[in-house]
């Protein structure tokens, strides 16, 4: 029995909403269920004392929020200047050649590598070597090298869909290259280059293996990014596997979740200014 093209299309309609609805439910259950468990831990002690270590898990994560947030900000001053760069030298200037080719091939490579053999680069690299010990920003280098082929191949194919009419209208009305990359290309881009930064931010909280040989894992309050420190995604594995606290590290993966969401509002915030300011619209 043959189909006909309709109830075809229907059929396959059917099945791409199911799946849409059947993630967005399970990601809701998950979002619910940590928030729901980790609520009752919340409290002024929770947010502003400092782990004590044990087997109970006391203390909050006063330090290990701050360590995040040191974390969060020397990973992205190291990694949007060398990502968007590199981005843009790919899709605006470099020639096609196999050296071109080369290197969108060894991006590419660098992609799927596992993150604990960039944690184990960095511990050689940046901890032993180059001797900033275990510190925040030995973990930010060992992430930016992580996260940074990810971010220039999503911000070289976010500016390669901007249509070439635009590059050539600029040109015609005189632009040099670089105003018409910076006046024109990077304004149209910003969507996804923002997306694809968002995502690496995500990747910074989220991420735990690479930063448990390069951060050192100290539980006390960094006062720069020479010092050692516990992201909250460390913390939560802690508290998982080295204590009786599960509740403790439910109520740090919340916090974990409402942080990524107010990241996002804000840098979405903030890719809105800029956008507008690039067009003279604020």
Known sequence: MRLSPKLTQRIAWGFIWAAGISAVVILLLIVVYVIARGLPVFGSEFF???PKGGISGEGGIS??????IWLIATTMVILIPLGIGAAIYLAEYAPDNWLTRLIRYGVE?????????FGLFGFAIFVMALNFSYSILAGALTLACLLL????RSAEEAMKVVPRSYREAALALGATKWQMTKSVVLPAAIPGIITGIILCVGGVVAESACLYVTMGGSAGMPTSFFDGGRS???HV???AMETNALDKALATGA???VLILIINLITRWLAWRFRARMEGKA
Not at 63 to 68: I, L, Q
Not at 149 to 152: A, D, E, G, K, Q
Request: proline share 6%; no cysteine; net charge negative.
């Open 48 to 50: 502003f004392s400092e």
């Open 63 to 68: 330090s290990v929020f701050v360590s995040t």
């Open 109 to 117: 490579l660098l992609a799927g590598v596992p993150s604990i053999v």
């Open 149 to 152: 082929p990810f971010l220039i």
């Open 232 to 234: 909250l995604a460390v």
């Open 237 to 239: 594995f802690y508290l």
């Open 255 to 257: 916090v974990l979740i």
